[in-house]
């Protein structure tokens, strides 16, 4: 990207361009206001991000997941209608959240002027905490690890 002012210097870290990146498209889309929205957190691994997008119909919404990215999108279909007074805005949207690598989008609902999107942190197995039991195999978790005298790391053999 030559030309444009970053926010943090490239040619101080090597080995970083993903996450400089994602910085960097943090920092141009920091002024995005519309549509307005919340970002709620449930527990530790619940959220829902609720766009406020009043005079929207559900066919006028788009959601999307693509590489780790949510787009939500949209656009009113003219109705035919003459205004004489237009407050409420009908302008289209392009609004984008970047979710985390186990973040996954579980739903979506539209009620009231509100589109909530669910998602949930979904950790793969080999990810997740797990107990070791002191005296077992992990090959046979029934057998005990040996009935000869224990033998320490520290020990040589």
């Given amino acids: 990207m030559t030309g444009v002012k970053q926010l943090f210097p490239r040619a101080s870290f090597v080995g970083f361009d993903h996450m400089l990146e994602e910085l960097d498209r943090a920092a141009r ?4 206001h519309y549509p307005p929205h919340n970002i709620v957190k449930f527990g530790d691994t619940e959220y829902q991000i609720e ?3 009043a005079g929207f119909r559900k066919d006028e919404i788009e959601i999307e997941v693509h590489d780790r990215t949510l787009t939500v999108k ?4 003219n109705r035919g209608r003459e205004y004489i007074h237009k407050g409420i805005s009908a302008k289209k949207f392009h609004r984008t959240f970047r979710l985390s690598e186990y973040v996954k989008v579980h739903g979506a609902d539209f009620q009231d002027g509100i589109l909530a999107i669910e998602l949930k942190v979904v950790l793969p197995e080999e990810k997740r905490p797990r107990k070791i039991n002191i005296g077992y195999n992990e090959d046979n978790t029934h057998d005990r690890i040996s009935n000869q ?3 320490f790391l ?3 053999i």
């Fill in 29 to 32: 889309h920091a002024n995005d």
């Fill in 51 to 53: 766009l406020a997008v």
């Fill in 74 to 77: 949209g656009e009113h279909k």
């Fill in 149 to 151: 005298d224990p033998q």
């Fill in 154 to 156: 520290s020990e040589s």
